[in-house]
C-alpha cells in the first residue's frame, strides 16, 4: 500500500519535470461559503492536468534497463498525453492504445509529445494493448491502480500542505481514485484532524456505493456526465485506500458541475474542465456544514473543449 | 514625474489588498518562440485586473481628511470596479460616473462593491464627474493621468522582477499608458539592460504614432477592436514617461489579438481579456528578434465576456 514515504520520494523524483502549481483564492468564493478557499491550480500542471505527476513518477522510477524498452498504457483522456510527456522527458519510448473514437483533439495531444498510437475498437483495448506490451516488452503504466501513480498523484496535495498548512478539509475529484488515494495517504499523515472529501457526478456514483456499500462496486456504463475524466470505475487499491482513510464521497449533479466551471472561468479566470470542478459542486452541495472552515481543493484539470459553457 | 521610490511606497501600501500574482509559463509558448516567456498574470488579480493596483495606491495614499470625502471617477470599465473594490477596502464613499450605454455587467460589477453610480449621455462624462465631484468634495481619480495610480501600477512590474530578475524584455498593453508608464519607470532603474515594449491594437495605434513623431497624438475615434480595455487615448504624462524610458510600441491586428487570447485559454487554461492578449500577439509578431530571450509579459486582466472566442 502506497505510503507518505512513497508521495515523498516521488515528488523528489518527478520535481523538475512538473510544475510547482500555485494556489489562489477567491474573496467571491470564501464570502459564499463562509469559509476559506485554497484551490491548488493542477489545471496549470504540465500537460494540463495532475496526471503529469503520477506518469512522471512511473516513467523515473524505472531502472535504465527496464527503461530502454519503454512504457505503454492504453487511454483516451489525459493520463495518455501525462506518460507521453514523462516519457519523452526521460528520452525513452511511449505506446498508447486509444479507442479509434477518441477525439482528434486528445490524439493529436499524445502524437505531439511523440508517443506511437495503435487504434483499436474501444472494446478490445485491454487485450490490444496486453498483446502490444508482450510483443515490446514495455512496463505497462496503468492510469491509477498503480502504486508509482498513486504515489506521484499525492504529491499534489504533499505541496498543498506545504503551502497552506492548517487546512480542515481536503476535496478532490474521485473517478479511478489515483489523486483521490495519493491524497488521502497524505492528509492522513500529515494532517490527522483534517477530512478528505471525494467530489463524484451522480451519473457515475460508484465510489459513493462503494464507500457505502463496503464493497466496490461495477463502473456505471453508458453513462453521461461533462465530468469525462471521471468516467472511470474506481480501482481496487484505490478502493482500499479510501476505505482505510476514512475518504468520504458527495455527490453532484450535472447542473451544480456546469455552473461551478462557469464560476472558475467568468470569476477565477481560469480553465477548469468539468471533471475538475465538481470540488465546488461538492462544497456548495454540504455548505452549511463548511463555516468558518479552511478547505483545500484540488483544480484537477483545465483540457475541456468548452461545450459545456452556455 | 513618477519614480522607482514612488513605486516602492505603492508596493508597501496595498500589499494587504492586492495579490501577489503568480508567474506562469509554458513549454509550448517558449518552444514556439526560441525564447523563455514569464507570464505575470494580473488577470488572476483583484477585479480581475492590475487595475486594482493603482485604485487602492491611490485610495490609500489620501490622508484621512480626504478620505472622508470619498473618491470619484468616470469609467466604463475595470478602473471603475477597481476604485470601487479599493474604497470598500478602506471603508470609504465611492461615485462612479457610467454611460448610459455601459453593460449591465460593468454595472453590476461596481455596484457590487457598494459604489453609488450615476448615468449619463456618453458625451456627457467629464462634465458629470466634474459637477458631482464639486459637490461632493471627493478625491478624482483619472484611470491614467495620475501618478499615484501609474506608481500603483508599476507595482505588477516589480513584483515580477523579485520573481524573475534576469529579464531582457518585459512586455505591457498600452491603452491610457498608466501600466507601461509604470512599468517604464521600474523596468529602467532596476533592469536598465532591459527594454520595454508596449502592445497596442492596430485600429487604435495612437500611442504608436505619438511615440514615432514625438508629438501626443489624439484618441482614435469610433474604432473596432477586441481589445475594448485598450480603446483610451494615450495621456499626457503618460507619453512623457514613455519617450523618456524609451518604450517601443508594436501594433498588433484582430486575427493576431484573437489568436492569442485563444492560446492563453486553451494551452495555458487562463481566461486572459483580449486586451492583456495583445502582449502575446505583439511576441509573435516580432518573434524572429527574440531568440534566447528571457521575456516578461504582464497579463492585465480577465474580464471577457467570450464573445471573441471561435
Chains 1, 2 share one sequence.
Not at 481536503?170 to 488515494?181: F, I, M, T
Not at 469525462?228 to 476505505?243: M, S
Not at 466551471?261 to 471533471?275: C, D, G, I, N, Y
Amino acid at each position: 500500500m502506497t505510503t507518505l514515504a512513497d508521495v515523498r520520494a516521488a515528488a523528489a523524483r518527478i520535481r523538475d519535470h512538473v510544475h510547482r502549481t500555485p494556489v489562489l483564492t477567491s474573496s467571491t468564493l470564501d464570502g459564499e461559503l463562509g469559509a476559506q478557499v485554497f484551490a491548488k491550480c493542477e489545471n496549470l500542471q504540465k500537460v494540463g492536468a495532475f496526471k503529469a505527476r503520477g506518469a512522471c513518477n512511473a516513467v523515473f522510477s524505472l531502472d535504465d534497463a527496464m527503461a530502454a524498452r519503454g512504457v505503454i498504457t492504453h487511454s483516451s483522456g489525459n493520463h495518455a498525453a501525462a506518460l507521453a510527456y514523462a516519457a519523452r522527458a526521460r528520452g525513452i519510448a511511449c505506446a498508447v492504445v486509444m479507442p479509434e473514437t477518441a477525439p482528434a483533439v486528445k490524439v493529436a495531444a499524445v502524437r505531439g509529445y511523440g508517443a506511437e498510437i495503435r487504434f483499436c475498437k474501444p472494446a478490445e483495448r485491454e487485450a490490444t494493448c496486453t498483446a502490444w506490451q508482450r510483443e515490446r516488452g514495455a512496463r505497462l503504466v496503468h492510469p491509477f491502480e498503480d502504486s508509482d501513480v498513486i504515489a506521484g498523484q499525492g504529491t499534489a496535495a504533499l505541496e498543498l500542505l506545504e503551502q497552506v498548512p492548517d487546512l480542515d478539509l481536503v476535496v478532490v475529484p474521485v473517478g479511478g481514485g489515483g489523486l483521490c488515494a495519493g491524497t488521502a495517504v497524505v492528509v492522513s499523515s500529515l494532517r490527522p484532524q483534517a477530512r478528505v472529501i471525494a467530489a463524484e457526478p451522480l451519473a457515475v456514483d460508484d465510489a459513493a456505493r462503494s464507500l457505502a456499500t463496503g464493497r466496490r462496486q461495477p463502473r456505471v456504463e453508458g453513462a453521461t456526465t461533462w465530468a469525462d475524466g471521471l468516467l472511470t470505475g474506481l480501482g481496487e487499491p484505490n478502493f482500499r485506500l479510501l476505505i482505510d482513510h476514512g475518504v468520504r464521497v458527495v455527490t453532484v449533479d450535472e447542473p451544480a458541475i456546469v455552473a461551478a466551471a462557469t464560476f472558475f472561468l467568468q470569476r477565477m479566470k481560469l480553465v477548469v474542465e468539468p471533471s475538475a470542478a465538481t470540488v465546488l459542486a461538492a462544497l456548495r452541495g454540504i455548505a452549511p456544514e463548511l463555516r468558518g472552515a479552511r478547505i483545500g481543493i484540488v483544480l484537477s484539470g483545465g483540457n475541456t473543449d468548452f461545450g459545456w459553457l452556455r
